[in-house]
């Protein structure tokens, strides 16, 4: 295959690595629509906010922690083989989860899930930087970001049409028939490739790298749940894995194949793109987090109705994703990303001002403009963090590039999530202070734990739901506030150190003679 002209069938092999990616991208955001019905203890596995953002993290962190050794793997062994073995893995995990009994298999399952996706997400990526030329790698790039928009776009839909119609346990069963489907494809349409000089493996930075971030993951969720940072079930865990992943960082700097090589981020594109990158997942996935729970039970929509009003979000990216290489080419990186960034942060502030009164329209066109932005953000950093990078290290670049979203994304569930909790918690604290302990320790959970309560309680009970409504919406504008702010850290990243418009290289520099 020639590199300055891509692989031939280079168009339909992105539509099968776009399906193929569905799956993954899918079941993310059907989840958000089920974690409603997964925390009632009727119709669910009555998972509590704790379990609910592990089901959550335990994907995460495991995706996460596997990226780089997977697509190491992939550059050794052949890209196209573990695309297939991830679907396999995918599939059967996704299996697992729709038969959990009770959080904690639905954890496992999930975290059995991450090791699929986690051989998935960069062999798209390093296929895509295999057969497209330098000229339409971004163009590429840019209709595979379209693709997970789309899947984003009917995953709220689906979730909510099929936890109407059947039982929670259909949004992981979905993914079944979507990977049985992609492993045809892949099997008969996808050319295998490898990197002719990959790197060694490092299973000592693997370990330590999950390690870490479980255990600060933990502490962080430990503390929401505590309502408290003092606490030692909060602090020694937290402070272990920052010690592990500071360990880590040592072992990457001193070996010479890291499994993820911190000396890239001396290239200042590389290292700003990843920054805002990680920034916007971190604000994203703690957003979604409590928006799911304010449309569901304060405002009081149904799962089906949820997953519609998300559609304008998903439809901005879906829509804006493939033009953002153009806006990126006639305006440059550093102008497009800081205004995109400026915008995803005026929306994430504005949702400090929303209430149980706050009319459907000005929520919809919120999320379009959030979705806008962030399609203009996306696209383009993931193109600067792959040109950073040599070609035959397209496995690598794709899976640091997941590697930081994916942490991100953890870390702004587990960070906003407990923020949430503990604003919550002492805000209902006097309310709650006449049920018995036990009770009232479970109904300062979540909003989902004390409406339960109060539906158990009957008359008696109605006198929690209101006072349950208005300490969400204080802990929702506080956590709105907050990821405001590191959108506002996002905004002087890009503004500082993201590459700006490329200058025209003159006939002069290229030395040749001017054409008369």
């Given amino acids: 295959m020639d590199p300055n002209s891509g692989h031939p069938r280079r168009w339909g092999i992105l539509g099968v690595l776009v399906f193929s990616l569905l799956a993954v991208v899918l079941d993310n955001t059907i989840l958000n629509v089920a974690m409603r019905t997964i925390a009632d203890k009727t119709v669910g596995l009555g998972a509590t906010q704790g379990e609910l953002e592990w089901a959550i993290n335990s994907y995460t962190l495991v995706f996460a922690g596997l990226l780089f050794t997977f697509g190491v793997i992939g550059d050794r062994t052949g890209r196209k083989r573990m695309l297939f073995i991830g679907m396999a893995l ?24 991450g090791i699929g996706g986690a051989a998935i997400m960069p062999a798209t990526l390093a296929i895509i930087s295999n057969i497209f030329p330098p000229s339409e790698r971004g163009k590429a790039i840019g209709v595979w970001a379209g693709g997970v928009g789309l899947a984003v776009a009917i995953g709220p839909i689906t979730g909510g049409l099929l936890i109407e119609h059947f039982w929670w ?4 069963l979905i993914n079944v028939p979507i990977v049985l489907v992609s492993m045809v494809l892949i099997a008969t349409v996808v050319p295998e490739s490898r990197d002719p000089k990959p790197s060694k493996l490092d299973p000592v930075g693997v370990v330590l790298s999950i390690i870490g971030l479980v255990s600060i993951v933990y502490g962080i969720i430990r503390g929401g749940t505590l309502a408290t940072v003092a606490s030692a079930e909060v602090l020694v865990p937290t402070l272990f894995g920052v010690a592990v992943l500071g360990a880590f960082v040592w072992w990457e700097r001193r070996i010479d194949h890291p499994v993820f090589d911190v000396r890239n981020f001396r290239n200042v594109r590389f290292s700003s793109a990843i920054g805002m990158m990680g920034i916007v997942f971190f604000a994203m996935m703690g957003g979604m987090f409590f928006l799911t729970f304010y449309l569901q039970v304060v405002l009081g929509f149904s799962p089906l109705q949820a997953g519609a009003l998300m559609i304008p979000f998903a439809a901005a990216q879906l829509i804006f994703a493939p033009l953002s290489q153009r806006v990126n080419e006639r305006f440059g990186a550093k102008l497009s990303a800081t205004v995109s960034m400026i915008v995803v942060t005026a929306a994430l502030g504005s949702y400090a001002f929303m209430d149980q009164n706050t009319p459907v329209v000005l929520i919809e066109i919120i999320f379009f403009v959030q979705g806008a932005a962030m399609a203009n953000i996306m696209p383009p950093a993931t193109t600067a963090i792959m040109e950073s990078l040599p070609r035959e290290k397209a496995g690598v670049g794709s899976a640091m590039s997941n590697t930081v979203r994916q942490v991100a994304g953890a870390l702004g569930v587990a960070v906003l999530g407990s923020v949430l909790s503990s604003s919550y918690r002492g805000e209902m604290a006097s309310t709650l202070a006449w049920l018995p302990p036990d009770a009232r320790h479970a109904a300062g959970e979540s909003v989902v734990a004390t409406v339960g309560i109060a539906q158990e309680l009957g008359e008696r009970g109605q006198a929690l739901i209101q006072p349950a409504f208005t300490a969400f919406i204080h802990g929702m504008h506080v956590t709105a506030l907050v990821s405001a702010v590191i959108g506002l850290i996002g905004v002087v990243v890009v503004a500082r150190w ?17 054409v008369v």
């Fill in 90 to 113: 995918f599939g059967l995990a996704s299996l697992a989860s729709a038969y959990s009994q009770d959080p904690m298999q639905l954890i496992l399952a999930r975290a059995a899930m």
């Fill in 169 to 172: 346990g259909s949004v992981f």
């Fill in 498 to 514: 993201m590459p700006g418009k490329p200058r025209p290289v003159t006939q002069a520099e290229h030395k040749e003679p001017a």
